[in-house]
């Protein structure tokens, strides 16, 4: 999103339309998976009862997946709708995230939900930041 190139965001498990590890799209990504995301259970019992369930995926809180836009737009929704807990929306690498997702959603927005270092990960799961595989 800061029209940089596009940072390594994770391979465990291996992420993005791509599955090359990067939240990058293209003509064929219709779900436009630009959102470098780190999941919470939260997210994925919301998720699911949108009818896309990610455990099947082997996702669990804290892992990094590389979302489709407008599924982070609908869970930023219904937080503010009150429907879900802030924590339910998903953290943001923002460096990892492709600039595509601005279509949808401020940068100011995807700010609010930052990932820092310390929510990036449960438990060592993906590692930090996804930085160096692992």
Do not use: M
């Not at 995301?37 to 892992?63: I, W, Y």
């Not at 929704?77 to 690498?93: E, H, K, M, T, Y």
Request: glycine share 12%.
């Amino acid at each position: 999103v800061f029209r940089q190139p596009l940072q390594f965001f994770s391979n465990r498990p291996v992420t993005g339309f791509y599955r090359d590890g990067y939240c990058r799209t293209g003509a064929a990504d219709f779900g436009n998976h630009a959102v470098a995301g780190v999941v919470s259970e939260e997210f994925l019992d919301f998720s699911a009862s949108q009818g896309n369930d990610l455990r099947v995926a082997g996702l669990r809180g804290g892992c990094k997946w590389c979302l489709c836009t407008s599924r982070w737009l609908e869970a930023f929704q219904a937080f503010q709708d009150g429907r879900i807990n802030r924590s339910a929306v998903p953290r943001v690498v923002l460096e990892a995230t492709e600039d595509s997702a601005l279509r949808q959603v401020d940068l100011d927005t995807f700010k609010q939900f930052e990932a820092r270092p310390e929510t990036n990960g449960v438990n060592g799961v993906n590692g930090v930041n996804g930085v160096n595989g692992v």
